[in-house]
C-alpha cells in the first residue's frame, strides 16, 4: 500500500483547487450568459442578474425564432458542418494512409510531406484566394465554406502518426490473406482508429462550427450566413434586427433587450458543441497523445 508523502498531499490539494479554479473561468461565463438570456430586461439594464435568472422570461428564445434569421443560420451550420466533416474526413484518411508508410513502400513520400508542411507555413494571399472562388463561381454557395479547408495539414497529421504507432503485423497479416490496400485500410485499419478519427473529427466538427470570417467574406447574401457569421453581424447589429418588426418594435423593447437577445442566441451557438464534445471525449485524449508521438 502506497502512503502519500506530505509533499504529494500538498501537491495534490494544490492540483484540485487550480484546476477547480480553471473549470469555473470556463463555465461561469456560459452560465452568466444563460441566466441573462432568460431574464427580464429591467433586470439585466440594472445589472442585478449574476448567476441565476431574475425576472424569468422566454422571450429571448421566441424573438430568435420568430426572426427566423436564427434558424436559417443555424441550418446552413450544420448544413457545413455535415458536409465540412465528411470531405475533411475522406481526405484525411485517403492522404494520411499513404503518408504513414516508410520511403522504401511509398518513394515520394518526403515530397508530398514537404508540400503540405509548406502549405501550413505560407499561403497565397487573402485577394488572390478571393478571386480564385469567384472565378471557379463559388461565392454565395456552401462550397466556399468547405472546400478550402478540405484537408486540414494538422489533423492528418496526427492521424498519420497514428496510423505509424500501430502494428505493422495487422495489415501484413491483411496482405497475405490476399486484401489489398483500400480493404486493409476499410476492414482492418479504421476500426482500429476510432481515438484518431474522433479527435480529428472533432478539431474539424469544432472549426467548421465557430468559424465566421468565411462566411463574411464569401457570403453576399446575408440568408447564407452561417451561424457563426450571422452572430457576429448580430452583436453589431441587433437593433437593427429589433426594428425589423416594424409597429412591434415598441412593445418588443418593453419585453426584450439587445443583451437579453444576444445571450440566446449566443448560448444556442455554442450548445451543439458543448452537446457533441461529452460523447467524444473518451477518445479525445488517447487519439491526441498517441498520435502525437511520432513524427
Not at 472546400?147 to 497475405?176: D, K, Q, T, Y
Not at 451543439?272 to 467524444?280: A, D, G, I, N, R
Amino acid at each position: 500500500m502506497h502512503f502519500r508523502t506530505r509533499g504529494e498531499k500538498v501537491f495534490n490539494v494544490f492540483n484540485y483547487v487550480f484546476i477547480t479554479i480553471i473549470c469555473l473561468t470556463c463555465a461561469l461565463p456560459i452560465i452568466h450568459i444563460l441566466a441573462v438570456s432568460f431574464s427580464s430586461p429591467h433586470y439585466v439594464s440594472g445589472g442585478r442578474v449574476s448567476l441565476w435568472p431574475m425576472g424569468f422570461t422566454t422571450e429571448a428564445y421566441n424573438f430568435a425564432f420568430q426572426t427566423g434569421r436564427f434558424v436559417r443560420a443555424f441550418g446552413v451550420s450544420v448544413q457545413r458542418s455535415l458536409l465540412g466533416v465528411a470531405i475533411n474526413m475522406f481526405l484525411m484518411i485517403t492522404t494520411a494512409y499513404p503518408l504513414a508508410k516508410s520511403v522504401s513502400r511509398f518513394s515520394a513520400r518526403n515530397f508530398y510531406m514537404a508540400f503540405f508542411a509548406i502549405t501550413m507555413i505560407f499561403g497565397g494571399g487573402l485577394v488572390p484566394f478571393y478571386i480564385l472562388l469567384s472565378n471557379m463561381g463559388m461565392l454565395d454557395t456552401i462550397w466556399a465554406l468547405v472546400l478550402p479547408g478540405g484537408l486540414p495539414v494538422f489533423s492528418m497529421i496526427i492521424l498519420m502518426n497514428f496510423i505509424r504507432n500501430l502494428p505493422e503485423e495487422l495489415e501484413e497479416a491483411a496482405m497475405i490473406d490476399g486484401a489489398g490496400y483500400f480493404v486493409t485500410l476499410a476492414r482492418i485499419l479504421l476500426p482500429v482508429l476510432k481515438p484518431a478519427l474522433a479527435t480529428v473529427a472533432l478539431f474539424s466538427f469544432v472549426f467548421h462550427w465557430n468559424e465566421w470570417f468565411n462566411g463574411m467574406l464569401f457570403m453576399n447574401d446575408p440568408r447564407n450566413y452561417p451561424l457563426q457569421t450571422y452572430l457576429q453581424t448580430l452583436l453589431l447589429n441587433f437593433r437593427d434586427l429589433m426594428r425589423a418588426f416594424g409597429a412591434d418594435h415598441v412593445q418588443l423593447i418593453t419585453r426584450l433587450n439587445e443583451r437579453t437577445g444576444r445571450a440566446a442566441q449566443l448560448f444556442m451557438g455554442m450548445l451543439p458543441v458543448l452537446v457533441v464534445y461529452p460523447f467524444l471525449q473518451k477518445y479525445f485524449t488517447k487519439g491526441l497523445i498517441i498520435g502525437s508521438v511520432k513524427g
